[in-house]
């Protein structure tokens, strides 16, 4: 297992680890309801921002995945956040052995293309790295720039379900070395 996110680029974007001093941004960017209206419904706490945090850190030490803080590479401006983890989600179907991608970007970014060429960077990445495992993704229904950038990273809708009490669809992926 590596103990850190390996640094990754992309034209615009570096991605690379998760560092403490990533808290200041990570609460603003949790905290803006234009980030969080579709990824759980409610801003989030300090408490809850500091835990994702430290869990995106954990994620890399103890399954050798994870996610990756993105940022400008001109600039060096926090972009959002983006990777695979394994969340132990109570859903149906089941995630189980699938590594689950997500993006999420603070709001002054949004539109701007930056997800897509993240979600791009990191499932190649993925390709790379999960053998012939599929990856996964769970986006809200209502999410249609989210639903976008998974049907051009190449995900195909597996089910519609409920989760917390809101409607998504489940998507998967497979590696591009078994892709039709």
């Not at 996110?5 to 974007?13: F, G, I, K, M, W």
């Not at 994620?59 to 590479?73: C, I, K, S």
Request: aromatic letters at 10%; hydrophobic letters at 40%.
């Amino acid at each position: 297992m590596s103990s850190a996110a390996p640094v990754l680029e992309t034209q615009r974007l570096t991605l690379r680890p998760h560092r403490v001093t990533d808290f200041d941004d990570l609460l603003a960017m949790w905290s803006d309801p234009k980030v969080t209206r579709h990824i759980g419904g409610k801003p989030s706490t300090r408490e809850e921002v500091w835990s994702r945090l430290l869990r995106y850190i954990g994620h890399w030490t103890a399954l050798g995945f994870g996610y990756w803080a993105l940022e400008e590479r001109s600039s060096h401006r926090f972009v959002g956040e983006a990777g695979f983890a394994d969340f132990k989600r109570d859903i149906q179907p089941t995630l189980d052995g699938m590594p689950e991608a997500g993006w999420v970007l603070a709001a002054w970014s949004h539109g701007g293309g930056h997800a897509t060429e993240a979600a791009e960077r990191i499932v190649r990445w993925g390709d790379d790295h999960f053998g012939q495992r599929k990856t996964s993704c769970v986006v809200a229904v209502e999410n249609l720039q989210s639903l976008r950038v998974a049907a051009k990273t190449g995900y195909r809708e597996v089910a519609r379900t409920t989760y917390h009490g809101g409607p998504v669809i489940v998507f998967t992926r497979e590696p591009r070395s078994v892709a039709p």
